[in-house]
């Protein structure tokens, strides 16, 4: 059997009248130890396109586990990261009823590594790191990658 780990979040929001009664998106997240994180909704939810918004939150969370869960797998085969990078992109869907979901989310982690004869693995490990991912093992749609792979000297 497995480790379980709970994590805890507190939000808060507060009621803003203005003169016409609407509700602000705007509110924050905390996490015990943790810098308050300004969250609204999206822009094309008149939200403050200022403030992060739960769309940016769970994108960010894949591409940052997805990183975390390579470097794992690169380490135990031997394969030294040197630079990592990825411009993701997620394609959210909202039906007429208002409801809404992710249906795709696309990485594009750009790899630079030191030997030459270890590109072909580096690249193929991208699926052994979604594998491993907790978040994307939490998405009930596909993280498709789109990977590629440099050697860069390190001086």
């Known amino acids: 059997m497995g480790f379980k780990h709970v994590f805890k ?16 998106k705007s509110h924050t997240i905390t996490v015990d130890g943790k810098a308050v994180l300004h969250v609204s909704a999206a822009k094309a939810f008149k939200g403050d396109p200022a403030l992060y918004n739960p769309e940016d939150l769970l994108l960010s969370s894949v591409v940052s586990c ?12 031997g394969i030294d990261v040197v630079s990592y990078t990825d411009e993701a992109e997620a ?16 990485l594009n982690p ?11 693995e580096a690249i193929s490990l991208h699926k052994k790191a979604n ?25």
Not at 66 to 77: E, R, W
Not at 110 to 120: A, H, P, R, S, Y
Not at 131 to 155: D, G, T, W, Y
């Open 66 to 77: 997805h990183m975390m869960s390579y470097l794992y797998v690169c380490s135990q085969n």
């Open 110 to 120: 750009k790899v630079g590594i030191t030997n030459k004869e270890k590109i072909d």
């Open 91 to 106: 394609t959210l869907e909202v039906l007429e009823d208002g409801s809404g979901r992710f249906t795709v989310i696309k």
């Open 131 to 155: 594998e491993l991912c907790f978040i994307a093992n939490s998405c009930n749609f596909p993280i498709l990658h789109f990977p590629s792979c440099e050697i860069e000297v390190v001086n």
């Open 9 to 24: 979040a507190k939000l808060d929001w507060l009621f803003s009248k203005k003169e016409v009664v609407t509700y602000t």
